[in-house]
């Protein structure tokens, strides 16, 4: 087992309790492999790398929205290149690019290099949100933008706070979506 | 926007999550789907009257035992196959078991029987209802299971719905037993074992589509 693989682990575990810090070095790191992943994936299907940044921004969103399903008796990094794999051939579909052209690859190559060059995504994502409900909206900037607490954005928002959580987690679900079908060439 | 202000609000206010929300929600659902496909079935079709004679309940419990192993086995792997790169680690063949013990005893009930009453044991009174039945009463259950995969993230989409379709099959045919008045083990296997295995197919297909995240 890698270094890496020990390090980020215990990153994942320390988030999956809800440690902010912890979370936010975990993503950097992980946005910054999936650069590098995704960069060569596309260099290897001759499709120019701008593509690639968005589909960074979508592997963590996904990864964020879907971190409940990491098992942590597991290593961490089959799980992320399983969505990081999953989430490029859904992008390749959408794109009704060919999908016989990705070549199979192992777990590790989601690891294996560092591209810290962080670019912009194709789309705005404050623009985005205000396609969203209301309620979602109101939940997502107080508490991820804002920085409020639950209880502060509960006020704010006119809603109870388990209100607050269920609609972070939607919209954030909603936003993800939206930038599927904002990204589809 | 930049990946950096979207890793930043991600990790601003992180909430704490559930380890164990995805077999909680399996089990929950399976649960839901199991007592809904009683209901449906009791409602729809009734149980039969001599349930309790000592003649039914040994065929009773072989069918629930039946039903009851495909659903285990199949609810173990599936809480794998939920999970992003879950369909790496397993080889679902075990899932069989219960399918070849049915199929032995069959065979083996078929060969202490004279030929002649060969037909009767396999094709018994009510095969057709049962073909339908078990298929039709799988829906309700088929469909809690496909939430409770959505709720994951499953990454081979058709073998996640096959093991959602495998599982709704053996908690519809569990709930079908209670009706059933077919007691022989050869019509087990072809018309349960048959409609189950249906039901895996038509999971296997649906997936691709009703799983996507």
Redesign the interface.
């Known amino acids: 087992m890698t270094t890496l693989e020990i390090e980020l682990k215990a990153l994942m575990l320390a988030?999956?309790?809800?440690?902010?810090?912890s979370?936010?070095s975990l993503?950097?790191q992980l946005?910054r492999r999936l650069?590098a992943y995704y960069k060569a994936k596309f260099a290897a299907l001759g499709r120019g790398t701008s593509e690639a940044?968005d589909l960074?921004?979508e592997a963590?969103?996904?990864i964020?929205l879907?971190?409940?399903?990491?098992?942590?008796r597991e290593p961490l990094t089959?799980?992320v290149?399983?969505?990081a794999?999953?989430k490029l051939i859904?992008f390749l579909r959408r794109n009704r690019a060919s999908l016989a052209d990705v070549p199979i690859d192992q777990?590790d190559e989601v690891m294996a290099n560092d591209d810290h060059r962080?670019?912009?995504?194709t789309?705005?994502?404050r623009r985005l949100m205000g396609r969203l409900p209301k309620g979602m909206q109101c939940a997502i900037e107080a508490?991820?933008?804002d920085?409020?607490?639950?209880a502060e954005a509960a006020k704010r928002c006119g809603l109870s706070e388990s209100l607050v959580?269920v609609n972070i987690h939607r919209g954030?679900k909603t936003l993800a979506a939206l930038i599927a079908r904002e990204t589809r060439t | 926007m930049k990946t950096d202000d979207l890793v930043a609000l991600l990790s601003t206010n992180l909430e704490p999550v559930d380890r164990n929300a995805v077999v909680r929600t399996l089990c929950v659902a399976i649960a839901t789907g199991a007592i809904l496909a009683l209901g449906i079935a009791f409602v729809g079709l009734g149980f039969r009257p001599d349930l309790t004679t000592p003649g039914a309940l040994i065929f009773l419990a072989v069918k629930v035992a039946f039903a009851i192993g495909v659903v285990g086995l199949s609810l173990a792997y599936l809480t794998r196959l939920a999970r992003p790169g879950g369909e790496r680690k397993i080889s679902p063949l075990l899932v069989a078991l219960p399918f070849l013990v049915v199929v032995v005893l069959a065979a083996i009930s078929l060969g202490s029987a004279p030929r002649a009453h060969w037909e009767r044991m396999i094709v018994g009174d009510e095969w057709l209802e049962c073909l339908l039945s078990i298929p039709v009463i799988a829906i309700v259950p088929f469909a809690v299971s496909i939430w409770a995969v959505r709720k994951a993230a499953p990454t081979n989409l058709s073998r996640a719905g096959a093991f959602a379709g495998l599982i709704a099959g053996g908690v519809s045919a569990m709930a079908y037993a209670l009706h059933c008045t077919d007691d022989s083990m050869p019509f087990i296997a072809v018309w349960y074992g048959g409609t189950i295995v249906l039901c895996t197919l038509a999971g296997a297909a649906l997936g691709p589509r009703l799983l996507r995240w």
């Open positions: 988030s999956l309790d809800g440690n902010a810090a979370y936010r993503l950097d946005s650069r940044e960074v921004q963590v969103l996904a964020h879907k971190r409940h399903t990491y098992d942590p089959p799980w290149h399983a969505i794999r999953y859904d777990a962080g670019a912009e995504s789309y705005d994502i508490v991820k933008l920085g409020l607490s639950i959580k954030l």
